[in-house]
């Protein structure tokens, strides 16, 4: 679907379209800093937090640019910003606090769940939104390589990673459609 493609009664103008796609990549990438947030409290001294703060501090690039375009294109937020502010960090230092492997799991299910969705976005935008589409690909690239640095610390021995993963994803993907929306 083309952000310029037919409008259709009922479906989001095509600028709606990006200023929803801008709002949510915004609540996204605020929620997987506080993500970081939340596991670098409980696991700041481990030997995995080097790579924590590493991962945290693209995350943090990433919401700086959904921040600034925020401001530049004058789009509200999402109502939701304090509530994943709280989730977020929770959700952090809750799989933190079962061990690193849990913490992995929760990078390798957050980073599925929006390598789907950028690759939805970066599908949907066309030329005249060349530069925003630019910036999804390079983000969506760093997010797959959280996501193998997950699988290389032991994401999927985690115990319960199965039902782990499977509830985060659902999660994301709930979290995903509010702040399109709310
Ligand atoms: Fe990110
Ligand atoms: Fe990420």
Redesign the pocket.
């Known amino acids: 679907m083309s952000a310029a493609r037919q409008h259709l009664p009922g479906d989001p103008s095509p600028d709606e379209t990006v200023e929803r796609m801008i709002r949510v990549d915004h609540a996204g990438e605020y929620s997987?800093a506080r993500i970081y947030a939340g596991q670098l409290a409980v696991l700041g001294r481990s030997d995995t937090a080097p790579v924590l703060r590493e991962?945290q501090a693209?995350?943090q690039q990433h919401l700086d640019r959904f921040a600034d375009l925020i401001v530049c294109r004058r789009i509200r937020p999402t109502a939701m910003l304090p509530l994943w502010h709280v989730a977020g960090f929770v959700l952090g230092a809750a799989t933190a606090a079962l061990g690193e492997k849990a913490a992995m799991a929760c990078t390798v299910a957050v980073?599925e769940t929006?390598d789907a969705h950028y690759a939805s976005q970066i599908a949907a935008l066309d030329d005249s939104e060349g530069e925003l589409r630019d910036s999804l690909v390079k983000f969506r690239d760093?997010?797959l390589q959280?996501r193998d640095i997950g699988l290389r610390h032991g994401a999927e021995q985690a115990p319960g990673y199965r039902l782990l993963s499977a509830v985060i994803k659902a999660g994301c993907r709930v979290a995903i459609r509010i702040s399109e929306r709310v």
């Open positions: 997987a991962m693209q995350e980073e929006i760093e997010e959280h």
